[in-house]
């Protein structure tokens, strides 16, 4: 019994110890963070005017420097801070000399003599920083860095300070190709760091479509966020028929956005891809394309098991003028199951627009609509069609 | 001395698990402070997201918090409100306020069998916001009802008595992004916001609760999340999102069969279904957790609403552990059959028994000798200083990665809270799991009084 006494007793003095010190860091902490934020208030205070000096001398031809006499360490911070904050919001000149005031001011110099420190995290710090004042200077060390790190947040941060300051795109490649290699399918990440680039995209889009790596090619699809710029249609055409399924998917999307001219054998192999996303993207293109002859296949595809097919092709059958709309009213009558529901859902939303309409045209498309409706349903447009829909069951969306 | 070297033990276990929070506190902290949102949180690239919300008698709050809902600083997602049969004007109060009406052909996508929709409600001009009526099956099923209706491959549970940051969804929504493929669910951070001033569904200035119970809730909570999720999220043993506020794949979520209904501590059950699922069809996987995604929330502030409170989580904890007891000490179920499990079934579930026994037994054995008044003593001081230590723990962690609490007169009431918890508060949880686990045998499966306050009230009263 005594040695499991001084058992606890040894804990319990452990524990009171690892209080004890707890206490006092916890304190210590505390008065460090708000004598930090004090001190970062009182020099935005303090340099207030300068601040207003930069902000009145952005647009003039004079060189920016810093203010005069001797500045403390966390002063300098508080003005880097403030320049980086500038540089996110301007662009052209204006961004050019707050850049070159970051350089004669040695902010950069010290963060890239940073990036060597033991401390992780003034390492971060200072990668944040750079990115932030576009260092291109910075960008060998930040891939040094980069590759050096093992996958996790941090390297998000590296990429992205990268992406900002890189100015030749094979660093931007460089820095992509590590990201994938990772295999983490991150490419809507990536695509969203390389968005970041000072360089201009569409060049740097069109070498990374025509990349031999299908996983650079998938992002720069997804980077172009479904606009596709009319220079890089042939490209898209090619990557159509990829065999990789992602990037055929994020093709047929961004090819069917530019408004291609489709013959009939490319639309009915499109609307037959066993990936869903493409079949999506195809029905949703028919109805904006106004190919009448594709109702059949957009009729067909209210079937389909995926529910944005059947979904974007009811949309697109709304936008086919009567025919189909009539092929909608079929489907909503004689139809079954899906197919049925995601019909009387277009109709009904087409029909509560009633009165809506301000233009003369589209009184008289409304119109004939209606008269298809009637024909369908009988004249009681106020009334509910048939049973509330809700028993179909897929989880695709 | 068996219940010393217990508590002994729990308190190591719980401090290796914060020392994984303390490994990775500060690339949290880095996290938050270096990671950009201005572009995801417009871009089209960020995944698209449905909020699921559950809403029970909530006619005081439920208004302010779709408001807020409404606003988060996130490009695609939609507001899934599911008033599950609430006696008060739930239901009133929103279409009121949103000016919805009846869909007449819904679509309504998933088939998890809920209890009947009585209707859907919309207004084009909040083309996000869509509520569902139905008829009363408690949260698991309105849940189950949202993710029927819901678009978006992502889902997120958010109670309707619960603020979102704005930026809470875009910071898990990076998280996620970081690795897609094999994130399952992540959970957020739960704060309590009684004592906060809240203005147009926004916590404008952070203040702890002026109340003792919110008082206290705030100290456990920020243990909890704080000293154990971290650490826990590290292993990738995390047993739990909170209800409160996570986020799922939804065809995951799907393919375990949604929520499981009639019982509480669903929000534990999907992520042991979630491990289970992806353990035994060898998926690679996580289930994260992200501290920096805050939700507040208001606390009960009542003797009464707490302890049902409590004696639910007691309830839906132990039927968790009953009914997947297949999993605890199973090597094929890794980190959560080893050690989530075998922690949760010992260390939570049987804590009261094991320590009202040794309280009991160590009582008879000094009322014997007089003499050994001291082992009483020191079963006092285990007890206490091994939990004080651990809250202050989670006050450093705090202190290091998020410093929400500013004044240093905060920082004395929390250490002061966290010492006066073990007089009193910490011995009603322990009662409480107890009652919990008797109403579980009793098959008493009642949710108790829980009243709301507006928040505007709250603000006075907190």
Redesign the interface.
Same mark, same amino acid.
């Given at each position: 019994m005594f040695s499991n006494l001084e058992m606890a007793y040894v804990f319990i003095y452990v524990c009171l110890g690892l209080i004890a010190a707890g206490i006092i860091l916890l304190f210590q902490m505390k008065i460090k963070h708000n004598a930090e934020q004090r001190d970062m208030e009182r020099f935005t205070k303090k340099h207030h005017d300068y601040f207003m000096y930069v902000q009145s001398h952005l647009h003039d031809d004079v060189t920016l420097e810093l203010p005069p006499g001797k500045l403390t360490s966390a002063e300098r911070r508080v003005i880097q801070a403030k320049c980086m904050e500038w540089i996110e919001q301007f662009k052209g000149d204006a961004r050019e000399k707050l850049l070159q005031l970051c350089r004669d001011a040695g902010f950069v110099e010290e963060d890239i003599r940073a990036l060597s420190s033991l401390r992780k995290d003034r390492r971060i710090e200072a990668v944040y920083r750079l990115g932030g004042m576009r260092a291109e200077e910075a960008v060998p060390q930040l891939q040094e860095l980069m590759n050096r790190t093992k996958y996790g947040p941090m390297t998000i941060i590296i990429a992205r300070a990268i992406a900002k300051s890189a100015l030749q795109s094979q660093q931007i490649r460089e820095m992509l190709a590590k990201l994938l290699s990772y295999d983490k399918a991150i490419h809507h990440m990536a695509a969203d760091i390389l968005l970041e680039t000072r360089l201009d995209s569409a060049s740097l889009m069109r070498k990374l479509l025509d990349d031999p790596d299908p996983g650079l090619v998938k992002i720069s699809l997804v980077a172009m966020w479904g606009q596709a710029i009319p220079a890089f249609v042939p490209t898209l055409d090619r990557l159509v028929g990829s065999e990789e399924k992602d990037v055929r998917a994020e093709a047929v999307k961004l090819y069917l956005s530019s408004n291609p001219s489709l013959k009939d054998d490319t639309i009915a192999q499109l609307m037959n891809d066993h990936e869903w996303e493409v079949r999506a993207a195809a029905a949703k293109a028919l109805g904006s394309l106004h190919a009448a002859g594709s109702i059949p296949l957009l009729a067909s595809a209210l079937k389909d098991e995926n529910w944005h097919v059947r979904n974007n092709s009811a949309e697109s059958l709304a936008m086919l003028g009567e025919q189909g709309f009539e092929t909608l009213c079929q489907a909503a009558l004689t139809g079954e199951g899906p197919a049925r529901e995601t019909a009387l859902y277009r109709i009904e939303q087409i029909m509560s627009k009633e009165g809506e309409h301000e233009q003369v045209e589209q009184m008289v498309a409304f119109n004939k609509r209606k008269l298809v409706y009637d024909r369908y349903f009988g004249l009681q447009t106020s009334k509910r069609i048939g049973t509330v829909a809700g028993v179909g069951g897929d989880y695709t969306a | @001395?068996v219940t #010393?070297?217990y508590v @002994?033990i729990v308190?190591v276990l719980y401090f290796v698990i914060m020392l994984f929070s303390f490994r990775n506190i &500060?690339?949290i902290f880095?996290?938050a &402070?270096?990671? !950009?949102y201005? !572009?995801?949180s417009g871009?089209?690239?960020?995944?698209s997201v449905s909020l699921l919300v559950p809403a029970f008698n909530e006619e005081l709050t439920i208004a302010e918090n779709v408001r807020c809902l409404m606003t988060l600083n996130y490009p695609t997602y939609e507001v899934i409100v599911i008033n599950d049969g609430s006696s008060d004007e739930t239901l009133k109060v929103l279409i009121e306020e949103y000016g919805l009406t009846l869909?007449?052909?819904?679509?309504?996508?998933? &088939?998890i069998s809920t209890n009947k *929709?009585r209707?859907i409600y919309y207004n084009p001009q909040y083309p996000q916001l869509y509520v569902i009526d139905k008829e009363n099956g408690g949260k698991a099923d309105s849940l189950n009802a949202g993710?029927?209706l819901?678009?978006?491959p992502l889902i997120s549970s958010i109670d309707a008595d619960s603020l979102l940051e704005k930026d809470a969804l875009i910071r898990m929504a990076?998280?996620y @992004?970081?690795?897609?493929?094999?994130t399952v669910a992540i959970g957020g951070d739960v704060r309590i916001a009684n004592g906060c001033v809240i203005e147009n569904g926004e916590v404008k200035d952070v203040s702890l609760p002026r109340r003792m119970w919110p008082m206290f809730q705030s100290i456990e909570y920020m243990k909890a999340f704080l000293g154990g999720r971290i650490g826990w999220s590290h292993l990738n043993g995390l047993i739990i999102v909170s209800g409160a506020f996570g986020l799922f794949r939804?065809?995951y979520v799907?393919a375990v069969g949604g929520y499981r209904g009639g019982y509480p501590g669903e929000d534990m059950n999907i992520i042991i279904k979630l491990h289970r699922y992806m353990l035994e069809n060898k998926i690679k996987y996580r289930v994260a957790f992200c501290p920096e995604a805050v939700c507040w929330t208001q606390a009960p502030d009542s003797y009464n609403i707490l302890s049902n409170q409590r004696k639910r989580w007691g309830r839906g904890n132990l039927k968790n552990m009953i009914e997947n007891r297949d999993m605890v000490f199973n090597p094929k179920y890794k980190i959560m059959g080893l050690l989530t499990m075998p922690y949760n079934v010992i260390f939570e579930a049987l804590n009261p028994y094991f320590r009202i026994t040794g309280l009991l037994a160590l009582l008879g054995y000094v009322l014997l000798d007089m003499t050994n008044w &001291? *082992?009483l003593v020191?079963f006092g001081?285990?007890n206490f200083?091994?939990g004080? @230590?651990l809250s *202050?723990?989670a +006050?450093?962690l705090e202190? #290091?990665a998020f410093?929400r609490y !500013?004044k +240093?007169s905060d920082?004395v009431k929390m +250490?002061l809270f966290s010492a006066l918890k073990f007089v009193g508060y910490h011995q009603l949880g322990v009662l409480w799991r107890v009652q919990g686990h008797i109403q579980y045998l009793q098959n008493n499966n009642s949710w108790g009084t829980m009243t709301r306050q507006s928040w505007k009230d709250k603000k006075e009263a907190a």
């Open positions: - | @001395m #010393i070297y @002994m308190s &500060k690339d880095r996290r &402070k270096y990671s !950009t201005n !572009t995801l871009s089209e690239l960020v995944p869909l007449p052909n819904p679509q309504i996508r998933g &088939k *929709v209707g993710i029927n819901s678009r978006y990076r998280m @992004m970081e690795n897609p493929e094999e939804k065809d799907i &001291k *082992v020191v001081l285990v200083l091994s004080y @230590m *202050v723990g +006050l450093i202190e #290091i410093r !500013t +240093l920082q +250490l």
